[in-house]
């Protein structure tokens, strides 16, 4: 079953403006990850945050995790056309083995 | 590093046959697989955990005899639609985790997905 929601569901936005993406996940976790992917392709790892971590960057890409509230979310600075593509967080468990996907986010950038 | 493919990438088959798809990590071993499935717009839906050399673990609501799953080498794993009906017409995609690395995080590095469509 799928851990929880990811909002916006579908975002539209000018290439070099930042697009904000949250996730909410309903059980614990070890840690959350986020991937994209573009239309009819595999899935592209982009960053993982671990439980105990409440922020990291890599690149244009900033991901916060409150667990607290059981959210995380990603940021995209600076976007480009390229960018444009689903991101799906998902979350490993504590006794860790499996992915479990959030519904996902459409981004679109227009340039 | 960390490749995996699949294979066929498309396929169209008609009602009643069954489809095999390939899953293979190409520069690592890989002791377990995952098979996932993905409609039009959703998300990805976890089939099955698919393990080197014993039988693989589906998810509730999963029917293993018509998701046959074997992971017979560390490189390799197939999933085989059977009996095909339309309705399982969607997109397959694997993943693998590199045996080397084993930890909680479960890294898992994904295949380009298959494109199945049953007539």
């Known amino acids: 079953s799928q851990q929880g929601e990811e909002d916006p569901q579908a975002l539209s936005i000018q290439e070099g403006e930042n697009a904000t993406m949250n996730c909410s996940y309903k059980t614990s976790i070890n840690n959350l990850q986020w991937y994209r992917q573009n239309s009819g392709r595999g899935l592209v790892h982009l960053i993982l945050?671990?439980?105990?971590?409440r922020e990291k960057h890599s690149g244009r890409l900033r991901v916060t995790l409150d667990t607290s509230k059981k959210s995380s979310s990603l940021l995209i600075t600076a976007s480009r056309a390229a960018d444009t593509a689903s991101y799906f967080c998902?979350?490993?468990?504590?006794?860790?083995?499996?992915?479990?996907f959030g519904a996902g986010t459409i981004l679109r950038v227009k340039s | 590093g960390a490749v995996v493919s699949q294979h066929p990438s498309r396929v169209i088959c008609k009602s009643g046959t069954s489809v095999k798809i390939e899953c293979r990590s190409l520069d690592f071993q890989a002791t377990t697989m995952f098979w996932y499935r993905q409609f039009p717009k959703q998300s990805l839906m976890l089939m099955a955990t698919?393990?080197?050399?014993?039988?693989?673990?589906?998810e509730q609501g999963v029917e293993k005899d018509k998701f046959l799953i074997n992971h017979a080498s560390l490189t390799l794993s197939t999933l085989t639609v059977t009996s095909a009906h339309p309705e399982d017409s969607s997109f397959y995609i694997c993943s693998a985790r590199d045996s080397r690395r084993v930890s909680s995080y479960n890294e898992q590095f994904f295949g380009p997905g298959t494109r199945l469509t049953v007539l």
């Open positions: 698919s393990n080197e050399g014993s039988k693989a673990t589906y």
């Open positions: 945050i671990r439980s105990n971590e």
């Open positions: 998902a979350t490993v468990g504590g006794y860790g083995n499996k992915l479990v």
